[in-house]
C-alpha cells in the first residue's frame, strides 16, 4: 500500500515554486558558464591587430572580460559593460571606448569612459544579448 500524494501535493504552488527556482538556477549557472568560457577573462596584447586593443600607454597589456546580466524587460542576459582590469598608471585619466562585437566582427555596442584606476568598467550604450557578442575592441587613446 503506498502513499498517494494527492493532487494537492503534485500541483501546489510550493512545487511550482520549487521548480521555477530549479530552472532559473540551471539557466543562471549554464549562461554564466557559457559567457565565462566564451566572452572573458583572455589576456590581450596592446596595440594588437585586428582591433583587439590599443593602448600605448600599457605595456603589459590589459585584461578584458564581458560583465553581464539578466534583463527581465527583454527576458534574457545580456553583456551590460566590459571590464577591464590591469590598466597601467600611465593610461590615467586617458579616456578608454570599448566596442562589442558578434561572431562576423561587426560592432554590436559600444561604450566609452576616462581611466581612473587601474580596474575599470565601462557601461554600454546598448546591452546586446550574451549570444550574440564574441569580441570586443579596446582603444586607449
Given at each position: 500500500?503506498?502513499i498517494?500524494?494527492?493532487?494537492?501535493?503534485?500541483?501546489?504552488p510550493?512545487?511550482?515554486?520549487?521548480?521555477?527556482?530549479?530552472v532559473?538556477?540551471?539557466?543562471?549557472?549554464?549562461?554564466?558558464?557559457a559567457?565565462?568560457?566564451?566572452?572573458?577573462?583572455?589576456?590581450?596584447t596592446?596595440l594588437?591587430?585586428?582591433?583587439?586593443?590599443v593602448?600605448?600607454?600599457?605595456?603589459?597589456?590589459?585584461?578584458?572580460?564581458?560583465?553581464?546580466?539578466?534583463?527581465p524587460?527583454?527576458?534574457?542576459?545580456?553583456?551590460?559593460?566590459?571590464?577591464?582590469?590591469?590598466?597601467?598608471?600611465?593610461?590615467?585619466?586617458?579616456?578608454i571606448?570599448?566596442?562589442?562585437?558578434?561572431?562576423?566582427?561587426?560592432?554590436?555596442?559600444?561604450g566609452?569612459?576616462?581611466?581612473?584606476?587601474?580596474?575599470?568598467?565601462?557601461?554600454?550604450?546598448?546591452?546586446?544579448?550574451?549570444?550574440?557578442?564574441?569580441?570586443?575592441?579596446?582603444?586607449?587613446?
Amino acid at each position: 500500500m503506498g502513499i498517494n500524494p494527492g493532487p494537492e501535493w503534485v500541483d501546489g504552488p510550493g512545487v511550482k515554486f520549487a521548480m521555477q527556482v530549479l530552472v532559473a538556477c540551471a539557466l543562471t549557472f549554464g549562461i554564466t558558464h557559457a559567457a565565462a568560457t566564451n566572452l572573458g577573462g583572455s589576456n590581450v596584447t596592446p596595440l594588437g591587430a585586428d582591433g583587439a586593443v590599443v593602448a600605448s600607454c600599457d605595456a603589459d597589456g590589459l585584461r578584458v572580460r564581458f560583465e553581464p546580466g539578466y534583463d527581465p524587460t527583454d527576458g534574457r542576459y545580456e553583456v551590460l559593460a566590459v571590464r577591464v582590469d590591469d590598466i597601467d598608471l600611465a593610461c590615467l585619466n586617458r579616456p578608454i571606448a570599448v566596442t562589442v562585437q558578434d561572431a562576423d566582427g561587426a560592432p554590436i555596442a559600444t561604450g566609452s569612459s576616462v581611466i581612473g584606476a587601474s580596474v575599470l568598467v565601462v557601461a554600454l550604450d546598448a546591452p546586446p544579448p550574451v549570444t550574440d557578442a564574441v569580441g570586443v575592441s579596446v582603444v586607449v587613446s
